[in-house]
């Protein structure tokens, strides 16, 4: 059996160096997860237009987003768009895409979740002469919030351990500066090694908010006025 050859002295030099590039991932992940949770809202409100083009439209673009790979899209995004005069920022750009790609998978989450209420809460909203904003903002989404918490959760998990795929447009999160520093060092096990302990362990971090918000959220919903 071959022993590993760990540097422990090289091991805590690298260690801050990993930690602050973990501040990249997790912002990138915390705004990719708003803009994400506000493209699904869109797009499953968009969803239920009365209107049969909107309908279509949104479902296209939504099929077309999931159909397509992520790492594509973001190449897209910061070699491709510039070229319309739309350019951004590494980290900008990892969050768009983040954010607009999990945002078509939040949508059929979030317009499942709003489809469950149940019929006579959308009847009683129109006997009482509420508009469709009101009905949504006061009955529907309040209700549908909790059942929505634990899919929500997973595909946050899921952008999270997606950030490595944003080193392919140089944004320096973990995994870029764990290749950086092997490549000065030739030693990749000690940096690799902590990149996969610290995903696992914001990983379960985050798994257990998300199971205690569940727990603590309650059944009947909130009232967001």
Known sequence: MVALDWDWAFTWMTLPMLLSAAKVTLLATLLGSVLAIFFGLAFALLRRNNHKSIRLTSYWVVEFIRSTPLLVQIFFLYYVMPEFGVSMSPLATGVFALGLHYGAYLSEVFRSGIEGIDKGQWEASR???????????????????????????????????????LSAITLLEMLQVAKIIGSENFRYLEPFTMVGILYLIFSLVAAYGIHLMEKRFPREGINLQ
């Open 127 to 165: 006997a009482l002469n509420l508009s469709r904003f009101d009905t949504y903002r006061d009955v529907i989404l309040p209700q549908a919030i909790r059942p929505m918490i634990p899919a929500t959760g997973n595909y946050i998990i899921a952008m999270f351990k997606e950030t490595p795929q």
